[in-house]
């Protein structure tokens, strides 16, 4: 039995040369889509059906994409919703976030709730058993939870799903694009947002509690040398000691009292 | 292969250095000035009767709650000072004042009592004296994941910038704690709680994110906090956070990185751009955001929970067991690594279990088949970002240090003083790396395990 | 001798047809352009100069061959004088006798040759090869001593005219009748190889014939799938190997035990034309830890794969070293053939292994393999200042960095360069931030467009400025812009560091130094050396700086790779060693104790040998060191 997956992709930005490309996860999302046996992946866009990075996608093995022609910062979700709604894939994918606007994170929710449907955030596998999916949710540290939920779902993809493939320029350039044009409302409320650099955040001094200014002040120079503690000339138990000590300190492993 | 090349060169570090100079003074900043938002001032009444073993209770007339106190210690703001001095207002009016008000809430004495003891016991470890917000003028809620029943640093963070926004106008902190059966092992007092609400049910633990957006809607609607902050993790408080803003047909600011009552910066564009906005009511704040609280102690006074109920349509099959011999490189979280000066091998796969580290290693030992090939870090093999890692006897090729590039904690033992492994590491113990594995083995299981 | 008669008419008569039938599978390739007359008249050079160059590279294999090959073309064209058109003159028979003892003995030389049994050379239809070269000799000189009136003629049907005719069968089956299809196929295939070959320009060219040519990006399909993808010529050419072995010998990828052969991958090539082709037949070495007998393809079968004629690992393992290149005695084509599989496999199906994918999306996205910024390919020359031509609008040499401007140990190679440059007041300048990678590493790795992208976007660049040289310490760099940029319309003269440091050297720009008495090895880069024919210019400046240099086993146009080049590194095929270890050994034997490189890919490669090895130093380091000290 074929089922119906929509993967709902956007413009990544490289974080480097802020150069127009697929997105990390959205494109993560694609992979994992395509590793479902039987699926019928259909990828979907709102924005400029111009927009060579979309191209990247179509590379990867899916041969057409549906593109909900609208201003590219405008709202998405409503366009979206309605096409989905109309579609009724079994299985709406996409990655966590995107990487090349608000990055909100909050699409995916939208969606869920427009086609009141469940949502399952962070998987980084899905696998098909009847009506129902059962998926491994990515945690940190390699943790993974493994969860189920009945057909029809939303679904978000984060990072630490398996690598997209290789986009390929001759399916890229073969796939094609079909344009559908739809009204989407501007965005009024990010018009009175303002819009600078990021600003890169001072690295968190490690010596925060009972910190003198002092304390401080050595923390970061010490840091800004990159100078580390060299021990030399210990026996091993004192220099293992040492180790040992320095992981409890840093709380990477706890020591029973 | 995106990983930075290691570039070195004069005019670039002593750039860095002035960069990094300039950060040291950042940091300092917050504790040097009196930043009139988001710090605790000190209270010498307060510290006084903590002195003298007075109770705390008498001090509850925060100064904070009395703008107009005669001691001089009007808070000022002079953003909105200037606001008003130019005639603008600020872009948020700050709601309306919504004093909880305590008769609604019908106390539960059982619960009372474990309050007690729980903030006596506290009182009688923390020397710092209890705050208190008797009277708030409104409410920020504050939502921490307690993976593990424990506030981890980003949750610490979130209670903060909580802190930093009730704080900038009298207002209270809540945190809402879904403590699972077992309850918190740290205390929220000393995380920045005034008030705290508890959902304990065991239907609330592993991954029930219906059920706590539930739960927080219920919080909201019972206290009518001005903001609720979640910390921005995957799925915990990223996924429960949004949930909760769609619910309430809010537009959470995702990725914050900076709060202020009447602005908040977030990051977009794939993080290279921040946007400055008037703060919604449902905040998604990354780690680090703001500084936790320290050395100050609140009430955490236990709220009654609302009763909640939402039927879950994601079923939690449980952890998937992880081992972390088996954890994929990329997310292992700590890292004992073998290079060419790793002889015994039987050693090295005893010390990372005692450690309870993934194991890794450098390209020759998994081409010699010590290792398999999965576990190579470098350029060429996983780049790797545990939050510490151990080389034991890698010299540190430019195609190893590559992969490492992001660790912030790096412990290096190595027979060569000189090697580049031990220029990078944070600890470094120059010796025989064969001698060293059984003692820190040795170590490791009398210390983590107790035998 | 009317029966003999007979039996040469058949043989020829189904030579012929066997001819025909063989070319047939030719044509299932696609249409080349082929100047046939221009083939055919520059044969005899293409024979005897520039084929027999190779060949004589190994003089006893030369000795052997030109006896059979000789001695059979000369005895062949005799016979059917003396024996099919029974022309009767003494002179022809004497003739005739002596060649087909000329024969006789190559064919000696060739049964020596296989015994002891040698692994680079195949079994099967060539272990019969020695007998049926002296059935040949021997049949017809039994035949031919009643013609040269030194023995009685004798009757067919006696028992020497029997012996005669059975060994003349046996003969001219192999040498005539089946020759297209059996071991003597090379002689029938490579004489059409030579005479359409599909690089014609390589033919007596001073400087290697190396450049990859642009693939038509707009094509309907992308690169080789299919044996039916290949040009008809560069399938005939597959059919020209003669199984020698010599491509074996020198592919630093079979020596270090990575799944690749170069003869099996041409014979497979060879294999696939036919429908329901199989490798079990062929009788070599096979790809270093498979066995022969898994592969099957056809026509119009995908030729890569895993159970398909070659597997990916296989066609990934290869350095294009052009090693095999530079000894095939066929002068087939193994880095095209390979370069138009990967073409295929990374443009229409994205199937890249290893890391480099990642590296080909960080150059569609960042134009640097390692996503770096363009503004920070400087940042290691922060001190010295680089002039930047957009300011100077023209100079002398234009500096081209390179990807090493990226990395630490090559950041030292360019700091001497540029030193040295200053030193001999060269007015140079470099692109900056206007510096994309060449896409180099792109093309090896069959990401056409993303080459061409970056080849068209460079070029446009330099049209920019006026400069007489660009000056790149990179070989892949200098064969890129020299050979392969003039396609996209950027003519320059290219000069490796190197040479401008040797003519510097030379023309007194640089001053004299003192003996450095070091032992000293140089190690090649295929892309300087056997891409591009320089490998005297780096020797030079080693012994005007008087280090005792010493050569490696193999060096110069015969060097062996460092297991660099080809995005090797970035795919990383697993063998049982590292072609870098296979290297270093060579070099650990000359009891150098410095190896000089002239490459960053060198470089990285032989500092990640693990273990006592001598030191690895730039050709540049070792200038300046030597200057400094003077
Ligand atoms: C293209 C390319 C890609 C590469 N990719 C990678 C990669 O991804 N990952 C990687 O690791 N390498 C990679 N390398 C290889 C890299 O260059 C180095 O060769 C390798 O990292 C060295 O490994 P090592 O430090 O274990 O061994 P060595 O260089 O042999 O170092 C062994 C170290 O152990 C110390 N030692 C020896 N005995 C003892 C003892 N008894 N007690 C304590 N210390 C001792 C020595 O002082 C020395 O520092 C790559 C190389 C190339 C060319
Ligand atoms: S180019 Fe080099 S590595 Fe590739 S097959 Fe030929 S000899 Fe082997
Ligand atoms: S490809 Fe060339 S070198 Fe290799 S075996 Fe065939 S004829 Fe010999």
Not at chain 3, 109 to 125: E, H
Not at chain 3, 238 to 266: S, T
Not at chain 3, 313 to 333: F, K
Not at chain 3, 383 to 400: R, Y
Request: aromatic share 4%; net charge positive.
């Amino acid at each position: 039995m074929a089922i119906d997956v929509a993967v709902l992709v956007s413009v990544g930005r490289h974080p480097v040369s802020g150069r127009a490309r697929r997105a990390d996860a959205d494109a993560r999302a694609v992979e994992l889509a395509l590793s479902i046996a039987g699926a019928n992946v259909r990828l979907i866009h709102a924005g400029d059906p111009g927009e060579p990075a979309l191209r990247d996608y179509l590379g990867m093995g899916a041969n057409t994409m549906t593109v909900l022609r609208m201003a590219p910062e405008a709202d998405p979700v409503l366009p979206l919703s309605a096409h989905l709604s109309s579609m009724r894939p079994q299985i709406v994918l996409m990655g966590t976030r995107a990487e090349g606007g608000e990055d909100s994170g909050l699409v995916p929710y939208l969606v869920a709730q427009a086609l009141e449907v469940p949502l399952v955030p962070g998987i980084v596998s899905l696998s098909l058993a009847g009506e129902r999916a059962e998926m491994l949710q990515g945690l940190p540290r390699g943790r993974r939870r493994s969860l189920a939920a009945s057909l029809p779902l939303v679904a978000t993809v984060p990072v630490m799903a398996p690598a997209p493939r290789m986009s390929a320029f001759g399916l890229a350039r073969r796939g094609t694009i079909e344009v559908k044009d739809v009204t989407a409302a501007a965005d009024e409320a990010r018009a009175a947002w303002t819009e600078g650099p990021a600003r890169r955040r001072p690295k968190r001094i490690k010596v925060m509690k009972a910190a003198s200014a002092a304390d401080r002040v050595r923390a970061v120079t010490e840091m800004a040398a990159g100078k580390g503690k060299v021990l030399q000339n210990l026996p091993p138990d004192e220099a293992a000691k040492a180790i040992f000590d320095y992981l409890v300190a840093e709380g990477i492993v706890q020591a029973k009292p | 292969m995106s990983e930075e090349r290691i570039r070195r060169d004069p005019r670039a570090e002593r750039e860095t250095r002035r960069a990094r100079a300039v950060e040291a003074e950042e940091a300092l900043a917050p504790a040097a000035s009196e930043s009139p938002s988001g710090r605790i001032r000190r209270d010498p009444r307060a510290e006084r009767a903590a002195r003298t073993g007075r109770a705390a209770e008498p001090v509850a007339a925060q100064p904070s709650a009395v703008p107009e106190s005669e001691s001089g210690r009007v808070r000022r703001d002079p953003r909105a000072e200037r606001a008003s001095r130019t005639g603008r207002a600020t872009p948020v009016a700050p709601q309306p004042a919504t004093p909880v008000p305590s008769g609604r809430v019908r106390r539960d004495p059982r619960v009372d009592r474990t309050a007690q003891r729980q903030a006596t016991a506290a009182r009688a470890e923390a020397a710092a004296p209890v705050k208190t917000v008797a009277d708030p003028k409104f409410l920020i809620l504050a939502v921490p994941d307690l993976e593990d029943a424990r506030l981890s640093s980003h949750d610490k963070d979130v209670i903060g910038a909580a802190r930093g926004l009730a704080d900038a106008g009298g207002g209270a902190v809540v945190v809402l704690a879904f403590t699972g059966p077992e309850g918190v092992k740290d205390g929220l007092g000393e995380a920045g709680a005034d008030r705290m609400l508890r959902f304990a049910d065991a239907s609330f633990a592993g991954y029930a994110p219906e059920r706590r957006a539930a739960a927080v809607l219920a919080a909201i609607q019972a206290l009518n906090p001005q903001h609720v902050l979640f910390p921005d993790t995957g799925v915990v408080g990223g996924d429960v956070g949004r949930r909760v803003a769609v619910a309430l047909g809010d537009r959470a600011a995702s990725n914050v990185q900076r709060v202020a009552p009447d602005r908040i910066t977030r990051r977009g564009r794939g993080g290279r751009a921040d946007f400055a906005l008037a703060p919604p009511r449902v905040l998604l704040v990354a780690a680090e955001a703001a500084d936790p609280v320290i050395d100050e102690r609140y009430e955490a006074r236990e709220l009654p929970a609302p009763r909640t109920e939402a039927v879950p349509r994601v079923k939690d099959r449980g952890l998937a067991a992880t081992d972390p011999a088996t954890v994929p490189m990329a997310e292992a979280d700590f890292i004992v690594s073998a290079g060419n000066g790793v002889h015994d091998w039987d050693a090295f796969h005893r010390v990372a279990a005692a450690l309870g580290a993934s194991e890794g290693g450098s390209r020759p030992v998994c081409d010699a088949g010590h290792l398999p090939r999965h576990r190579q870090v470098g350029a060429s093999g996983t780049l790797v970002e545990p939050r510490c890692y151990v080389a034991l006897g890698i010299a540190g090729a430019p195609q190893h240090l590559q992969g490492i590039s992001k660790v912030e904690r790096v412990v290096a033992i190595n027979a060569d003083a000189h090697c580049d492994m031990v220029k990078r590491a944070d600890l470094a113990v120059v010796g025989d790396v064969q001698a060293l594995m059984p003692a820190l083995e040795r170590i490791a299981k009398e210390r983590r395990h107790g035998n | 001798m009317i029966p003999l008669q007979w039996l040469i008419g058949i043989c020829v008569v189904v030579g012929a047809v066997c001819a025909l039938w063989r070319a047939r599978r030719w044509f299932r390739g696609q249409p080349a352009k082929v100047d046939f007359v221009r083939g055919l008249m520059r044969y005899p050079r293409s024979y005897f100069v520039d084929l027999h160059h190779i060949v004589a590279r190994d003089p006893y294999t030369a000795r052997m061959h030109m006896m059979v090959a000789g001695g059979f073309t000369a005895a062949l064209l005799l016979t059917l004088a003396v024996h099919l058109f029974n022309i009767d003159s003494r002179v022809l028979a004497w003739l005739l006798l002596v060649f087909l003892a000329l024969m006789g003995v190559g064919a000696a030389f060739v049964a020596m040759r296989r015994s002891p049994k040698r692994a680079r050379l195949s079994a099967g239809g060539f272990s019969r090869l020695p007998w049926s070269l002296f059935a040949f000799a021997a049949a017809f000189f039994l035949a031919t001593l009643p013609k040269a009136g030194l023995v009685a003629s004798f009757a067919a049907l006696s028992v020497p005219g029997i012996v005669v005719l059975l060994l003349a069968a046996w003969g001219c089956a192999e040498m005539v009748a089946f020759l297209p299809l059996g071991p003597m196929k090379h002689s029938f295939a490579g004489a059409m190889h030579l005479i359409c070959h599909p690089r014609f320009a390589r033919l007596g060219a001073a400087r290697p014939d190396s450049g990859l040519k642009p693939l038509d990006l707009s094509a309907p399909k992308l690169g080789v799938e299919t044996p039916a993808d290949f040009k008809w010529n560069q399938l005939l050419g597959f059919d020209a190997c003669v199984q020698c072995g010599r491509c074996e010998v020198v592919c630093p990828a079979f020596a270090a035990e990575l799944p690749l052969n170069p003869k099996k991958l041409i014979q497979d090539l060879a294999r696939a034309v036919d429908p329901g082709g199989n490798d079990l037949a062929y009788a070599g070495s096979s790809y270093p830890g498979r066995s022969v007998g898994h592969a099957h393809g056809g026509p119009s079968q995908p030729i890569i794969g895993d159970g398909a004629m070659i597997h990916p690992d296989t066609l990934w393992s290869c350095t294009t070293c052009r090693a095999c290149v530079q000894e095939c005695p066929m002068m087939i084509e193994h880095v095209d053939a390979i370069i138009d599989l990967r073409r295929f496999q990374a443009l229409e199906k994205g199937a890249v292994p290893g890391k480099a994918p990642l590296v080909l999306a960080e150059l569609r996205a960042t134009d640097t393999q390692s996503g770096a910024a363009l503004a920070s390919r400087l940042d290691w020359a922060a001190d010295l200042s680089l002039p930047l031509i957009s300011t100077k609008g023209e100079c002398d040499v234009l500096l081209w960095l390179g990807e090493g401007a990226f990395d630490l140990r090559n950041q030292r190679t360019l700091r001497a360069l540029v030193r040295l440059m200053r030193h001999a007041k060269i007015d140079f300048a470099v692109l900056g931030e206007e510096e994309l990678d060449t896409g180099d590493l792109a093309r090896r790795l069959g990401d056409e467009a993303t080459f061409q992208d970056l080849a068209k976007r460079n070029a446009a660049t330099l049209a920019k400025y006026r400069f007489r040289r660009i000056v790149t310490a990179d070989p892949h760099v200098f064969h890129s812009l020299r050979n392969e940029y003039p396609a996209f319309g950027a003519r320059h003269e290219v000069l490796h560091h190197t040479m401008l440091l040797d003519e510097l050297m030379t023309n007194g720009a640089l001053p004299k130094t003192k003996a450095q008495p070091t032992k000293t090895t140089y190690h090649d880069p295929c892309y300087l050396g056997r891409y591009n024919g320089e490998i005297r210019a780096p020797r030079a400046i080693l012994d005007a700086i008087g280090v005792e240099r010493v050569e490696m086993e193999r060096s110069g146009m015969r060097s062996m790779c460092c297991g660099g080049g080809g995005g090797a590194p970035v795919t990383d095929i697993a063998g049982k060693k590292r072609i870098p270890d296979v290297r270093m050994e060579q070099a650990r034997e000359t009891g150098a104790a410095v190896v000089a490189v002239a490459c960053p890919n060198c470089a990285v490669m032989l500092e990640g040998v693990v273990g006592p090895r001598p030191e690895i130093f730039d050709v540049a380091e070792l200038l300046l060191q030597a200057v400094e000290a003077a």
